[in-house]
Structures are given as C-alpha cells and as structure tokens.
C-alpha cells in the first residue's frame, strides 16, 4: 500500500473508531501512518477537520416545538388509524418494536393514545362506517391544514350555550330503538328517523339549512375512549354534508381557534373552530362537485 | 395503539428528530423546509410504520424516506454518480473552519454536486453508519465509498478556495 492508497481510505474513514471499520482495508493504512509521521500527521489534520466540521453541524438546532408538533401529530394520525381499524373491524396493526423503547413522562402522546382497548366490532350500519371513515379522513385534513395554511377568518364559532343542546340531543337519540342494520338506504334512514319521531339534530352554525332545501336527517354522539364524536349526516341537494365535534381536552390542538378557518381541500370546503372545549369541523362538498 | 406504542412513537422522535432535521437542513439550507421534511417523515411512519416489512431497520428508513421526499419534492431524478478513482484532497484553512457557525457549514453543502450531498452530508451527522447510510439512500454500498470519497474531495477544494466569513 502507498501512503496516496492510504489517504484514500483515511478519506472514507467516518468520524468515529467504530463507524471506521466499515472500511476495507484500514488496518493497513494505520499501520503505513504509523511508519511514515508524514501521513501521520496528515491523518491528524483530517481527523480534526473531520471532528470539526461535524462539531458545526450538530450545532444546528431544531425549531423550538418541532417534536412536540410531530408528537401531537402522530398522535392525530394514531387516533385516526384506530377509528379506521375498528369501523372496519379489522385488528390495529401495530409499529414494530425499534430497540428504543423505554419508560418516558406521560406526555401529549401518552394521553391521546387511548389506552382502553377498542370496543369490539359490532354490525355496523354503513351510515357509521361512513361516519368513522369520514372523521378519520378529517382529522388527517385538519391536521394538514394546521401544519400548512395560514390561519384566517370571517367569523365567530358558535356560541358555548349551544352545548347543553348536544347533550339534549344524545339524550333523546339514546332513547330511539336501534337503527336499521343491514340494507339502509337514505330512505329507509329517513323513515326510521320519521317513525320514531326523531329530533333534529342541533344546528350551530346554520349548516344544514344553508342552503335551502338541505335538511339535517340523521345525528350521532359517540363517546369513544372519552374522544366525543358528534357526526351528522345532512342532505344538502344531490351531495351530503358533514358535522363533527370532538373533545378538545381530549383531542388538543392548539391551533385552533374560536373563529373559524375557512378552506378548501380537494372538492371539499372544511371549517374548523373551537369553543366550549370543542373542535368542530364542518365539511362541505364544493359547489363545483355533481 | 396501546401505551407501549406510543412510547415507541415518542422515544423515536425524541432520539432522532434532531438529528433528521439537521439532515434536512443540509439538503435543503432553510429552516422552515427542513421542519416540514421532518415532520412529513414521521407522519410517514406513523401512517406506514406498523407495515414495514419485517428486517426494516427504522433510523434509515428513516433518513430514506426523508430523503426521497426532498427528491420528490424536488422533482428531479436523483442521477447516477460514476464509480472513481479518488485521490487525498488539500485540508481546508482552519480559521475559515472555526469561524463557520452551524447553518453556514451546512450552506457550503449547495456548492456540492446534488447526487453527493445527502451521502457526505449522512457522513458528517455521524448517526449513521456506512451500510446504513447505503441502506438509506438505496445505493450499494462500494457506490457510497466512492460518492463520500469524490464529495469529500469536492467539498474540500470548496473550503479551502474560500476565506473566513468576516
């Protein structure tokens, strides 16, 4: 070996003994350097540039906040996934152990990730499983749009006396005989409800008479793991609209606000706000959507 | 996800979220950039973790996937790099090295050719080891040799043709 041979391979060496035996045929190098003080001391040189430069990159340091966002935001992504997995029925596929797991403060994290076991799958109406799918599509768009928009607004959220009238609401809906399970159609959901004599849901922010002609037709409270998920399906036209409210204590999201933020994601227009420790999103379809 | 996964999730942030964003940072020279990057890629995780095939080492897939994402946000192919001889390369001046604060060493990374800067870059994070960092960038190993080897070259001719920032 040359000491030219040897430099090359000192030039592949990571800063770092035992990173540096991945290197093929370092050993020998060492042994040349240590015969030659020339390509030692060269060798010297390159190590401190080496420890030096690397010493100016771990200086640089992350935003304040950033791990506590992306710890809040798996968590959204976590609780999304496990809305999907039980309206599906399907098992929660779990992240694979990564030898980093240890004991840890309860954190953000900790408590958003329920730690009761899901219920069991029952039957399920496909009024729910739309429901389901829908918040954990939601909650994935809310969080994209936290992290990327701008806030903006135009007007208040609704008032927090409007509260009490969620919980009336889910009184009475406990009331009613269980839904039809099999074979619903949006007729059969409205008879059912017309048989019953099934209350309106509440309506805050006027969504389901805004337009004309839409009308709220069928509303559902969920305590889900202490996550409150209120849902509403309204007929708006030929298209559907989308209500839901969730536990803000449980489910945190700083960025939002008591007014609303107003935008569009794909051919949906989304509102977002909070009051009452609520969040609520609103979606509708866009007017350009058949 | 149970308690147990949730602390997997967390202490897998808390250990490598620092040093992904300075990856980042090092492919991207902005702060705001190398955020989303990190964030994005644990989300990535988060969504994609539990279906990683089995073998998957999770630091660099970690890397990779951040990596692939600054490509495809890029929107540019990343090329092939020949395999070369290399040769030692001249030290950069120590005064222009000791007066480089962190964002500005990781500036001098824009003046690499693109397909180098995420090895060399992976090289000087010190996280990773040389068959991780092949395992990362989807590159064979020997490639990775001969990508750090030309990018040190590279970055030192940088260097040392610069004098100290004033």
């Known amino acids: ?290 | 996800m149970s308690r147990t996964q949730s602390i997997t999730f967390k202490k897998l942030v808390e250990n490598h979220f620092a040093s992904l964003y300075r990856f980042a940072y090092c492919l991207v020279n902005d702060e705001q950039t190398a955020g989303d990057l990190t964030q994005h890629t644990f989300f990535l995780y988060a969504n994609k973790g539990a279906t990683l095939p089995p073998g998957v080492k999770v630091k660099p897939w970690l890397y990779g996937t951040l990596h692939s994402e600054f490509l495809r946000q890029r929107g540019a192919p990343d090329p092939e790099f020949p395999l070369a001889p290399t040769t030692a390369a001249p030290i950069a001046k120590p005064e222009f090295i000791a007066a480089l604060d962190g964002p500005s060493a990781a500036a001098a990374f824009a003046h690499l050719d693109e397909v180098l800067r995420a090895p060399l870059a992976l090289y000087y994070l010190r996280d990773l080891t040389y068959p991780e960092i092949a395992e990362a960038l989807a590159v064979p190993l020997e490639n990775i040799f001969a990508r750090v080897a030309e990018a040190k070259l590279q970055f030192k001719k940088i260097l040392a043709g610069r004098t100290a920032p004033s």
Request: proline residues 10%; hydrophobic residues 45%.
């Open chain 1, 1 to 290: 070996m040359t000491p030219d041979q040897a430099k090359a391979i000192f030039n592949l060496c990571l800063p770092g003994e035992e990173a540096s035996l991945d290197v093929p045929g370092l050993a020998e190098a060492l042994a040349l350097a240590a015969a030659i003080p020339d390509l030692a001391t060269w060798w010297e040189e390159e190590k401190n540039f080496e420890e030096q430069y690397s010493r100016k990159l771990a200086s640089i340091l992350p935003p304040p906040g950033l791990a506590a966002t992306i710890m809040r935001g798996g968590a959204t992504i976590f609780f999304a996934s496990r809305l999907i997995a039980e309206s599906t029925g399907e098992p929660l596929t779990e992240l694979p152990p990564t030898g980093e797991d240890g004991p840890a403060k309860p954190s953000a994290v900790d408590v958003l990730a329920p730690v009761v076991e899901p219920k069991k799958p029952t039957a399920l109406t496909w009024w729910w499983r739309a429901a389901v799918l829908s918040v954990a599509l939601l909650v994935i768009l809310l969080l994209a749009l936290l992290i990327v928009m701008p806030a903006s607004s135009s007007s208040t959220g609704p008032d927090d006396a409007l509260l009490p009238d969620f919980t009336h609401y889910a009184t009475q809906l406990a009331t009613l005989p269980p839904p039809p399970q099999s074979g619903q159609s949006l007729a059969d959901m409205q008879k059912y409800l017309a048989d019953n004599r099934a209350p309106n849901p509440p309506d805050p922010l006027g969504l389901a008479t805004n337009p004309s002609g839409a009308a709220a037709i069928y509303g559902g409270f969920e305590t889900w793991n202490k996550h409150l998920v209120t849902h509403y399906i309204v007929q708006q036209g030929l298209g559907l609209m989308h209500l839901f409210v969730l536990n803000q204590t449980e489910f945190p999201h700083d960025d939002v606000s008591a007014q609303i933020y107003e935008s569009t994601v794909d051919t949906y227009r989304v509102q977002t706000w909070c009051g009452g420790g609520f969040i609520y999103l609103a979606v509708k379809q866009s007017a350009g959507r058949p």
